[in-house]
């Protein structure tokens, strides 16, 4: 009976990213970013980006706007946002309002020496350190506040039960709701906390699926106590597991750069830093090198791994050499060039960047070195004595006094100039890198280039003639 079949609507797929605006955007968070990015992307959902700066001593503006900029370096754009959760405290605080008077929570009056006290008797007493209820209503009726204590607003956690998720990473999670008290959800300056604020949030931004570090997953169970306890159902979690250093270690500043834009510094694309954080963690069979538009395509929450994963340079270089390949050559070129000018490079004279790169891209594993490495191509290099010594010697001073002046003859392209060297050696009985690697030296200033009869016809005939003519002056 096809025509009885339940036709469902899928809900659409909502996500965010709520980064604190307190440091750089670091590899962690940003594989967190490019995770809820894909997966939104994947079913056409929403991904939504919150700030979540509450912590006004330890937020800034500046640690916002690296994070806006290293999300749009990235190439992870937001369809809503960015919230910044400072601008909607008037909508925890009507909601703080409303769960007093509904006796979801409560004012809670005990001072900081009330609460070391009952923590050492329970620590004591062997018990783990927890709030006792004390300032519960049905426990305070015949309680007076105390004269000058402003009052922390707490949520009544159930006594009953157990709070229980199936994380789409880490699996069935299940805690008794004897294991948590009844948390601080204002602080006595009125101030709404952390737990508090990402459930208004997520309830109001009507986030269906949260992905976040493991580092939350302890507060979840209280998350979800007070979801239920506002009459909404909790989203979907996926805890995603940190990303260690080479070490092993949970990754640091000890590791070297943590900021993604350290990376864009470094000379390396967005489109390499997308594929390396993505693998951090999270596999598509054996596929290794892929774009963001393939990730948001093959991108599901299942195949997140629960394990750590772990940093490595190594790879990192070789995505970034594969992307720089994968890229057109004018594209690569644009790219070069900001780095070539942080060079402190004149790119205007001399070879076109799209050039220099089809020739370094084999070469090297980023725009920092594809740049370095290009530098005398622009700029006559140091003279390196020891170097033309060993390199000029009488055995092929004379042919190289010959290809000079072969040199002002021909027509110059690449080929003629290949043929010029090699006629050169011969006529000299010598072999073609007895004449080659001079020249390297001679223009280049060092033997490791790519092919001398390209950048040869790179650097034209007169810059060539200028520098032959030169570097053979130093060693006569
Ligand atoms: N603001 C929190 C953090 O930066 C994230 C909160 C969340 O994703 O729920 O760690």
Known sequence: MPNSTPITIPATIRT????SPTGFLHLGGARTALFSWAYARHHHGAFVLRIEDTDRERSTQAATDAILDSMAWLGLDYDEGPFYQTRRMARYRETLDDMLARGLAYYCYMTQEELEALREAQMARGEKPRYDGRWRPENSVRKEPPAGVKPVIRFRNPD????????RVKGRIEIANSELDDLVIARSDGMPTYNFCVVIDD???RITHVIRGDDHVNNTPRQINIFRALGSEPPVFAHVPTVLGEDGQK?????GAVGVMEYESAGYLPEAMVNFLARLGWAHGNDEVFSAPMLCEWFELDAISPAPSRFNTDKLRWLNQEHMKMLPLDELGRRLLPYLQRENI????????KD??????????TLVEMAQAARFLYMVPVPDRALLDEQIQSHNRQALAELLEEFQQINWTREAINGALKAAAKKQSLKPPQIMMPVRALVAGTLTTPAIDRILELLGREETLARLQDGMKITA
């Not at 009953?160 to 994380?167: F, I, L």
């Not at 990754?251 to 590791?255: D, G, Q, V």
């Open 251 to 255: 990754l640091s500043k000890r590791h």
């Open 356 to 365: 220099v790169a089809e020739l370094f891209r084999e070469r090297t594993a």
């Open 16 to 19: 965010r990213f709520a980064p």
């Open 160 to 167: 009953e039960g157990t709070v229980v998720w199936e994380d």
């Open 203 to 205: 309830i109001d931004m």
């Open 346 to 353: 004149d790119a205007t004279h001399g070879p076109a960047p």
